[in-house]
Structures are given as structure tokens and as C-alpha cells.
T-cell receptor, first 110, second 112 residues
Framework: NAGVMQNPRHLVRRRGQEARLRCSPM?????VYWYRQLPEEGLKFMVY????????ESGMPKERFSAEFPKEGPSILRIQQVVRGDSAAYFC????????FGPGTRLTVT | RKEVEQDPGPFNVPEGATVAFNCTYS??????FFWYRQDCRKEPKLLMS???SGNEDGRFTAQLNRASQYISLLIRDSKLSDSATYLC?????????????FGSGTRLQVQP
């Protein structure tokens, strides 16, 4: 996974709970992309962040989803009040041209 | 219409066969092109970039036809370990946006 780290690898949440997914980019890189892959579908871009800055969130659902990349620590994708349709694999990637992906977080909403 | 279209397959081929995948993209502003490989329940991994002149990496050959907005991947002498989903990926030029656009993938199953 070329140094991109994500945790947890698996996350189970009940409907209505919150999910927090974390991503640390490759060492020395300050850009992170988040993608979502629904079952049997391709990856879809969600959001692009630099440290302390959201560059492009055009792929984020309008409600319940947010992302941040603080000055210190990993990037966090936050999903509030999860629903079954949020069950998917969430991948983050860095750097900017040829993107390398982390191992993903598989979110299951029961 | 999807921005990147691929035949989902599956392609079932015997070991040693040659197999080709095609991909079309709709946005002529696309600038960069890649093939990624994704194994079941794993992250996508970069297989190769695709250049206008065509490029080869061992048993893998990628070609790009900008006029037809078409990308191909050829795998020669297929191995069992080539079984995976192959994702056609483009970088579409949009202001402030550098994310990749993925096709839904083509499944390859190499059989002994």
C-alpha cells in the first residue's frame, strides 16, 4: 500500500451511530484523497484535502459526511447517523499524480 | 453516460492465453491515464501508466488512442496470479480537482 495507512480496517456500526475513518498519507506528503467503493461498483471520488484545507469536496454527500485533515494527526472522514447505504469500502490515497491507496476501511452498517 | 466505461466481464481465459481489455472515456479534457489492478477486497494498485506512444511493462502493454478516446490493456502469457479486476482510470482536467475517475472494472479469471 506504499505507506498509506488507514484504520480501522473493519468497522461495524448500527444505524444512527457515527463512523470515524482515519488516514495517514505517505510520509512527507500532505495531500489526501478519499474514495468510496460500494459493493460491485467502481471507486468514486469523495473529497480532496491538504493539511488544514479542503481543496475539493464535490464528491461528498451533502449531509452527514464531513472530512478534515488537521495540522497534526491523520485525516478523518466522519459519517454521522450512518444508514445501511453507507456500507462500503472507503479508501484514501496519496500523492497527487499516480495515486497510491491505503488498505481501506470496510464499513458495515447493521 | 459514464465518464469511463469498461466491459465488466468476466473474462475467463486459460493460462498462457493473451487477453485484451478496452476502455472508453467521454471527456476529451482527460490528461492522464492509468490501469490499476484490484484483488478481491483489497485496495487498487497501480499497474501502469498509459502514454500516447503506447508502453510496455513485461507481459503488459497499454495503448492510448486520444482521437477515439480509447485505452487498451493487453496481457500476454496469462498467469493464474493475473486473476483480478482491472480498473481503467483517467485524470480529468478540472480546475482545483486532481482526483482520478475510475471505471467499474473488468474481471479477469485465469484458469489452469
Amino acid at each position: 500500500n506504499a505507506g498509506v495507512m488507514q484504520n480501522p480496517r473493519h468497522l461495524v456500526r448500527r444505524r444512527g451511530q457515527e463512523a470515524r475513518l482515519r488516514c495517514s498519507p505517505m510520509k512527507g506528503h500532505s495531500h489526501v484523497y478519499w474514495y468510496r467503493q460500494l459493493p460491485e461498483e467502481g471507486l468514486k471520488f469523495m473529497v480532496y484535502l491538504q493539511k488544514e484545507n479542503i481543496i475539493d469536496e464535490s464528491g461528498m454527500p451533502k449531509e452527514r459526511f464531513s472530512a478534515e485533515f488537521p495540522k497534526e494527526g491523520p485525516s478523518i472522514l466522519r459519517i454521522q447517523q450512518v444508514v445501511r447505504g453507507d456500507s462500503a469500502a472507503y479508501f484514501c490515497a496519496s500523492p497527487r499524480y499516480e495515486q497510491y491507496f491505503g488498505p481501506g476501511t470496510r464499513l458495515t452498517v447493521t | 453516460r459514464k465518464e469511463v466505461e469498461q466491459d465488466p466481464g468476466p473474462f475467463n481465459v486459460p493460462e498462457g492465453a493473451t487477453v485484451a481489455f478496452n476502455c472508453t472515456y467521454s471527456n476529451s479534457a482527460s490528461q492522464s491515464f492509468f490501469w490499476y489492478r484490484q484483488d478481491c477486497r483489497k485496495e487498487p494498485k497501480l499497474l501502469m501508466s498509459v502514454y500516447s506512444s503506447g508502453n510496455e511493462d513485461g507481459r503488459f502493454t497499454a495503448q492510448l488512442n486520444r482521437a477515439s478516446q480509447y485505452i487498451s490493456l493487453l496481457i500476454r502469457d496469462s498467469k493464474l496470479s493475473d486473476s483480478a479486476t482491472y480498473l481503467c482510470v483517467v485524470n480529468i482536467n478540472r480546475p482545483g480537482r486532481r482526483a482520478l475517475t475510475f471505471g467499474s472494472g473488468t474481471r479477469l479469471q485465469v484458469q489452469p
